[in-house]
């Protein structure tokens, strides 16, 4: 195409379009681009729910075993990651249960080893494991297994029969309080489990 041609064709060009063409897409296209991103984060909002959903809906079944014991690891136990913060130790003193409060990883063995030291007990009594579970039924449907949670959640310490001899003694219902209140106090401030069981091993 010769130049003058093409400048002719040019000047046939309507001075609103050259306006229009530089002040970017026209407001129906920014509309679609703003229904598309409203779109993106309801998808984004819904997923988010449903992984809430189905996270309030699992087992609670969080197991610690001492170490030292010979039971065997099931699956049902958790891998949890250990927090620092403030523990409240419970204790008899004069025939009274105290407190105190303890920076210390929540974990099951290092509260109980505080409230030890608070009440003055020997090494020979161990903490075996610590078990909290819920009520809840688990179903299995096309080879897809879930859980729904229950309305009930114990909790279950379990220590060495050293422990005993301790309770037994004045005071001992004094002191096996101040172990519940311990134990089921500790970690997060928002879950009290619904019954508590102390076993022997």
């Known amino acids: 195409m010769k130049k003058e ?16 063409a530089e002040g970017g897409p026209d407001k129906g296209s920014r509309r ?4 598309v991103a409203a779109a993106a984060c309801v998808v984004l909002i819904a997923g988010a729910v449903i992984m809430i959903y189905n996270k309030s809906n699992e087992r609670v079944t969080i197991d610690y075993m001492d170490s030292t014991s010979q039971s065997s690891t099931d699956s049902s136990q958790a891998d949890i990651a250990i927090e620092v913060g403030e523990a409240q130790i419970y204790y008899i003193k004069d025939g009274k249960l105290l407190s105190a409060t303890e920076e210390l ?10 409230w ?3 009440n003055s007990i ?6 075996i494991g610590v078990h909290i579970s819920d009520n809840g039924t688990d179903t299995e449907s096309g080879g897809v297994a879930a859980h729904t ?11 060495s029969s050293e422990l005993k001899s301790y309770l037994e003694k004045e ?9 519940q209140k311990t ?10 489990p619904d019954e508590y069981r102390l076993e022997y091993d």
């Open 116 to 118: 030890k030291r608070y």
């Open 122 to 127: 020997g090494d020979e009594v161990k903490l």
């Open 183 to 192: 134990m089921t106090g500790y970690g997060d401030k928002n879950f009290t």
């Open 105 to 114: 990883p929540f974990d099951p063995q290092e509260v109980f080893a505080a």
């Open 149 to 159: 949670a229950g309305d009930k959640t114990v909790m279950t310490v379990t220590v």
């Open 32 to 35: 679609r681009v703003y229904a």
């Open 5 to 20: 041609k093409l400048f002719e064709y040019l000047g046939e060009i309507d001075d609103d379009m050259v306006t229009s």
């Open 171 to 179: 005071g001992g219902e004094l002191l096996e309080q101040s172990l």
